[in-house]
């Protein structure tokens, strides 16, 4: 009891408050950005096109929403996982402060057109100042937090939390180096077919390290607390973790298969994106194992059904990310509608299906009160996850339709269709992804809602520790 | 051994470092050594002008390249539609030398524009990218009627010098009183035309029979009349009349000339030979045709 009152979680709030509003705008923008593919009219240049749009949507919803929460849950989990408050609360409320600077500056810029222009890497250099300040501040916090640990066994949630503070940093110093022309303006320090297999390197490896690890640290750290069982093989779970962090890295190239890049790097990324698939199912047969007997909480327990099919998506992700990496499959869908459809059952279905059940998980939690209502996350959840599946299947069907129809020859070898011809037959597809996106957005205020009275309904957490608040 | 690191975050720290590094060693610094390989330069591959380069920052500011790639893969279909007329015009490390960052981009809601230097006349451009639906209905790209202001040029010779681009004292002069528009222009027209692959194309003969299989075809009329509606009458009016390009009701040329003009194109009329096929051209020639003397 009295380590638990010592253990400071104003960070965790101040963090998801703001990764939640964040995850608002970024869903937003995203809505915004479907019908504009629909409608054009709706860019408002030179601030709201969709050119400069795109970006804002990509960065608000991987570093404001992502990051933010998992700087949220890192926090939490590390205390718990170490018995031992967190080693500088003042550095973490200065980090939350900085967060939300760098995201406020990222959107600015980016809607003001200064852009490095390099995917998920787009803020100016002097914001990438920030963001290094930002993630050094961050990681010596945990880092420190678990040095002075109370429980000497690292569980597993600690090593992939340690993987992502070291693999975060090398990514993204290495991708962001420039040439600063002026506060506004830099060029990249690498040119033509080194600067993009740089930049894929980092733009795979993101996906490495932002949307993976971190939600798998979350997911193996909330399944035992939600289901009451322990985690299936704590064994598979360390065996997982170093060969998913060892072949990450080999495979940025799948994004650069065809181009100018060297072929044996194609054919390295090809092959170990293949064998990826074993470290990830180790994650989710993992999760299926702890199951065992107790499949009956996916009725009882609506955290279980956001955990459960969080690990599904991701399951069907690293399935379908290495046929992607195959050459001849990404001769075709490469890009078409096909990838967002992909990148959109990671992020919607995978992601953003963890990151919900810890934001539920872990409000009542830190401020000592009951969910306000289980009937509305159960209308979240199953709206969301609608929406998510009319977007990703929308877009699959979309991708193959536009790659066999660029792809058809006629008799003499000549084009059967010309590019316009394909693009006009998007157009139902978009309007269906856009109708996916407001579901969604719908089912993001239904969750708002719900822990905005949930807060409500709370104490402010640091005065007295209520018995069914504590766990 | 692994259950040791359980109690030891420095060397746990350490060692994903460690194993991080060795793929990165191998797929992303090693491979520098290959593209740099000099023997992958291309001769006529030249740095950006002060006006390309400001061209082409506009492009980074606007974020054309979340909806254009860049790179035109060694595929069928590819090389047909965006090196069209070649067989090798797909994309070369040593086009790529002096994009600092590059642009290859990772979706194309539009078209490949790797080559689009050279495939359409200036005034396409200028009215394209005011008002892109003006010229294709369809299309979903945004206007940019805006970039019709002056161009800023203050910083123009800072980043000339930041990237180690040649330039004169007269370029950096030809800057002055530009709209972002000319910028943009110029440096669309660079695109892959530094090149030989267009002339290549250009100077392969046309095979084959030139021969109209529908002559006194009506049927083809109707699918020629719409061809022309949708791929010529940006550039040569809805009634033919003349716009971009020039009147197309009193052609008095051979049927096997126009074929050739409307097959490989010529001057600013870009070539539709294999974006279009034999059939298609000649459906067009047949309406032209049946067009040819009336008002
Ligand atoms: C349901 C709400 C959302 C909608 C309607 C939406 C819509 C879009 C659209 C229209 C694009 C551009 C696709 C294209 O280039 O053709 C896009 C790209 C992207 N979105 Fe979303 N989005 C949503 C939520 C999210 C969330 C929550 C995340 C991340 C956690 C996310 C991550 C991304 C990423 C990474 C891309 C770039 C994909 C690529 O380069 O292929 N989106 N989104
Ligand atoms: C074994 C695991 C995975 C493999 C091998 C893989 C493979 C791929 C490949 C080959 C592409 C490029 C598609 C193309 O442009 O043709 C891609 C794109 C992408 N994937 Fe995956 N994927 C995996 C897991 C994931 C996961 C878990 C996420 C999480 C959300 C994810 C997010 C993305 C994103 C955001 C992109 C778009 C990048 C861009 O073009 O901007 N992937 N993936
Ligand atoms: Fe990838």
């Given at each position: 009891?009295?380590?638990?009152a ?14 939640i ?35 804002i ?43 939300n ?16 222009s ?73 040119a033509g ?96 194992f ?47 509608d096909?990838?967002?459809?992909h990148?959109?059952?990671?992020a ?34 199953w ?89 | 051994?692994l259950d ?10 350490l060692?994903?470092?460690l ?65 069209p007329?070649?067989t ?32 359409y ?14 010229m ?31 330039y004169t ?47 006194d075809n ?18 040569h ?34 070539a ?24």
């Amino acid at each position: 009891m009295s380590v638990k009152a010592s253990y400071s979680d104003d960070a965790t709030k101040g963090f998801l408050t703001w990764s939640i509003i964040w995850g608002l705008v970024a869903v937003l923008v995203g809505v915004l950005i479907s019908f504009q593919l629909v409608f054009p009219q709706l860019n408002i240049p030179p601030y709201l096109s969709y050119g400069r749009l795109r970006p804002i949507h990509t960065n608000a919803a991987i570093f404001g929403w992502g990051i933010g929460s998992f700087m949220a849950m890192f926090y939490y989990i590390t205390q718990r996982l170490t018995k031992c408050p967190i080693w500088s609360p003042g550095l973490a409320r200065f980090q939350l402060w900085l967060f939300n600077l760098v995201i406020i500056l990222a959107a600015v810029s980016l809607a003001m057109g200064y852009t490095q222009s390099k995917e998920y890497a787009e803020l100016e250099w002097p914001i990438d100042i920030l963001v290094v300040i930002l993630w050094v501040i961050f990681a010596l916090n945990i880092f420190m937090t678990i040095m002075k640990r109370k429980e000497e066994q690292m569980y597993v949630s600690l090593w992939y939390i340690i993987a992502t503070l070291v693999g975060v940093a090398v990514l993204y110093l290495v991708n962001s180096a420039a040439i600063p022309v002026s506060l506004f303006k830099s060029y990249s320090a690498y040119a033509g077919a080194n600067d993009a297999n740089v930049q894929w390197w980092y733009g795979h490896n993101a996906v490495a390290m932002v949307l993976t690890t971190p939600p798998l640290a979350i997911f193996y750290y909330l399944l035992p607390k939600i289901t009451g069982v322990p985690i299936y093989s704590h064994r598979m779970g360390i065996i997982a973790f170093w060969s998913l962090i060892f072949m990450y890295l080999w495979t940025g190239a799948h994004h650069l298969l065809w181009t100018p890049v060297p072929d044996w790097v194609q054919t390295l990324a090809m092959g170990f994106s293949i064998l990826l698939i074993a470290p990830s199912w180790a994650s989710v047969f993992n999760g299926y194992f702890s199951m065992n007997g107790q499949w009956h909480q996916m009725r009882d327990n609506y955290l279980v059904k956001f955990l459960v099919f969080g690990i599904t998506f991701y399951g069907l992700q690293t399935l379908q990310g290495p046929s992607q990496a195959i050459r001849t499959f990404s001769a075709f869908i490469h890009y078409t509608d096909w990838v967002p459809g992909h990148v959109h059952m990671g992020a919607l279905g995978w992601v953003s299906l963890v990151l919900f059940a810890g934001v539920y998980y872990l409000i009542p939690r830190i401020y000592e009160t009951e969910l306000y209502s289980v009937k509305l996350a159960n209308a979240h959840f199953w709206l969301a996850v609608s929406g998510q599946l009319i977007y990703s299947i929308s877009m699959w069907i979309a991708g193959i339709q536009q790659a066999t129809m660029l792809n058809a020859t006629n008799a003499d070898g000549s084009l059967h269709y010309t590019f316009m011809e394909s693009l006009a037959e998007m157009y139902p597809y978009w309007h269906m992804r856009a109708g996916g996106g407001v579901i969604y957005l719908v089912s993001l205020l239904i969750f708002i809602y719900n822990i905005l009275k949930t807060v409500n309904s709370g104490s402010s957490g640091s005065q007295t520790v209520r018995a069914t608040g504590a766990v | 051994m692994l259950d040791l690191l359980e109690k030891k975050p420095v060397i746990l720290l350490l060692l994903s470092a460690l194993v991080i590094m060795i793929g990165t060693a191998v797929t992303m610094i090693a491979p520098f050594t290959w593209i740099n390989d000099p023997s992958l330069k291309i001769a006529g591959v030249k740095p950006y002008t002060p006006l390309q380069l400001e061209g082409r920052d506009i492009y980074v500011r606007e974020g054309c390249n979340n909806c254009h790639t860049q790179t035109v893969r060694p595929l069928v279909a590819d090389v047909a539609r965006y090196a069209p007329g070649s067989t090798d015009g797909y994309s070369k490390v040593g086009e790529f030398v002096y994009d600092q960052p590059h642009l290859w981009g990772s979706r194309r809601t539009g078209p490949d524009l790797a080559r689009i230097g050279g495939k359409y006349p200036d005034a396409w451009h200028y009215k394209h990218m005011a008002d892109p639906q003006s010229m294709v209905p369809k299309s979903n790209m945004p206007g940019y009627a805006f970039m019709r202001q002056p161009l800023d040029s203050s910083l123009t010779e800072r980043k000339m010098k930041a990237l180690g681009f040649p330039y004169t004292p007269a370029e950096l002069e030809a800057v002055k009183g530009k709209t972002e528009m000319d910028a943009l222009v110029a440096y669309l027209q660079k695109l892959g035309n530094d090149i030989p692959w267009r002339k290549a194309a250009a100077a392969a003969p046309l095979v084959g029979e030139l021969k109209n299989p529908y002559t006194d075809n009506a049927s083809a009329l109707n699918e020629g009349k719409l061809l022309v509606s949708q791929n010529c009458a940006q550039c040569h009016g809805e009634e033919l009349k003349g716009g971009i390009g020039p009147a197309l009701t009193s052609l008095a040329r051979p049927e096997g000339e126009i074929f050739s003009t409307i097959f490989k194109g010529r001057g600013g009329m870009p070539a539709f030979g294999d974006t279009l096929g034999r059939e298609k051209v000649w459906k067009i020639v047949t309406y032209l045709g049946s067009r040819t003397g009336k008002k």
